[in-house]
Structures are given as structure tokens and as C-alpha cells.
């Protein structure tokens, strides 16, 4: 079974702290994305990545950054934290073309901002 | 206008009733369709791909209708087990961006 396992399920910050999330995956996967969930707003992507090194905008990338030095590890820095910022972090990874195969979720980190 | 448009319910059916969920989307061009299921505080996991042709997986049905620009999911037989929220997700692969409905809650009543 494909294991994405995410650094954190709870994590409290205060504003203007730096964060780290981390992602890792097990099964080789090409591609990595985050993504936050807020109600009423679904998922929306942060950043993508497709390769070691490679990194794609999403949706949402505006006070974010992300990097991916190893092909299974996939961080995603919130530079200076701030109260929108609070919500859940979802890490993912799919094999192959992007766009056409599953993509397997982590268990997600709750962010809290204060 | 959003990228993928879903009604968020709630849907509270009784064990057994047939239910159908309904999903737009908004760019012709879009290539790729799914429904995920995401259970109360978890992650989301694949349920199904939505062929063009249509596919069914035992008491699960997907339709593709790009004409009308929608997918639709139909769950034959609900179980108690089913109570859950259903994700439509669309890629339009020429952005690779996966894009995800707001979700539609379902709940299974005894």
C-alpha cells in the first residue's frame, strides 16, 4: 500500500513564526502536491512538483514556498505565518503522467495561526 | 465562477434508497475526472474514475456527459458504510492542476 505520511496532525504557531510541513511518500512517486482544505472552499492546490527540483505553482501559492530535494520528501515553508493561514494542510502523491492517475492522500496537518 | 461546482447537501437517505450527485464543470478542455470520498476528519481517497464511456463499480456508477459539461455519481443500494462527503475532481491536464468540488455530504440513515 502506498504510505504518505505528513510530519504532523496538529500544529500551533504564532504569527510570524516560520513553519515547516513536511510530506513523505514510499512508493516512488514522480509527482507531490499540497493542498489546504477550508470549509465551504474544498481543497485548493498550494504547489505541485513533478520531479526532484521541479516545482509548479498552484492556485495559491502566495505566502508559501516549497522544496523538494528528495524524490520521496516534499516540504512545504510557510515563510512568515499569518492568521488565514490557519486551516488543514493535505500532502499528496501520484505516479506518472499528472493528471491521469490516483492521487494518494496523507492524513493532513491542522494549522492553527494564533 | 469556480472550476468544479457540486450541490454541498446535505443528502440524508435511507439505507437502500438509490442517490445521484451531480458535478459541473466549468472548462471544456478538462481531460481527466474522479470522485473521491473523504470521511469525517480523514483524508480523501479514490473512489472512482469517470470514464467517457461511463463505467460502474458494484453499486457505483459514473457518467461523463462533456456536452452539458457535467459528471455525475449514482450509488444504487446505500449502505450505512457510504455516509460520507464525495469529492468531483477535474484535471485539465494542459495545466496539470487538479481541481476539487466543495464536496457533497451524504448521509446513510437506518
Known amino acids: 500500500d502506498v504510505k504518505v505520511t505528513q510530519s504532523s496532525r496538529y500544529l500551533v504557531k504564532r504569527t510570524g513564526e516560520k513553519v515547516f510541513l513536511e510530506c513523505v511518500q514510499d512508493?516512488?512517486?514522480?509527482?507531490m502536491f499540497w493542498y489546504r482544505q477550508d470549509p465551504g472552499l474544498g481543497l485548493r492546490l498550494i504547489y505541485f512538483?513533478?520531479?526532484?527540483?521541479?516545482?509548479e505553482k498552484g492556485d495559491i501559492p502566495e505566502g508559501y514556498s516549497v522544496s523538494r530535494e528528495k524524490k520521496e520528501r516534499f516540504s512545504l515553508i510557510l515563510e512568515s505565518a499569518s492568521t488565514n493561514q490557519t486551516s488543514m494542510y493535505l500532502c499528496?502523491?501520484?505516479?506518472?503522467?499528472?493528471?491521469?492517475?490516483?492521487?494518494?492522500f496523507g492524513p493532513g496537518t491542522r494549522l492553527t495561526v494564533l | 465562477r469556480k472550476e468544479v461546482e457540486q450541490d454541498p447537501g446535505p443528502f440524508n437517505v435511507p439505507e437502500g434508497a438509490t442517490v445521484a450527485f451531480n458535478c459541473t464543470y466549468s472548462?471544456?478542455?478538462?481531460?481527466?475526472f474522479f470522485w473521491y470520498r473523504q470521511d469525517c476528519r480523514k483524508e480523501p481517497k479514490l473512489l472512482m474514475s469517470?470514464?467517457?464511456s461511463g463505467n460502474e463499480d458494484g453499486r457505483f456508477t459514473a457518467q461523463l456527459n462533456r456536452a452539458s459539461q457535467y459528471i455525475s455519481l449514482l450509488i444504487r443500494d446505500s449502505k450505512l458504510s457510504d455516509s460520507a462527503t464525495y469529492l468531483c475532481?477535474?484535471?485539465?491536464?494542459?495545466?496539470?492542476?487538479?481541481?476539487f468540488g466543495t464536496g457533497t455530504s451524504l448521509t446513510v440513515i437506518p
Open positions: 512508493m516512488d512517486h514522480e509527482n
Open positions: 499528496a502523491s501520484s505516479l506518472g503522467a499528472l493528471g491521469y492517475n490516483e492521487q494518494f
Open positions: 472548462n471544456s478542455a478538462s481531460q481527466s
Open positions: 469517470v470514464y467517457s
Open positions: 512538483s513533478y520531479d526532484v527540483k521541479m516545482k
Open positions: 475532481v477535474v484535471n485539465m491536464l494542459t495545466g496539470n492542476q487538479f481541481y
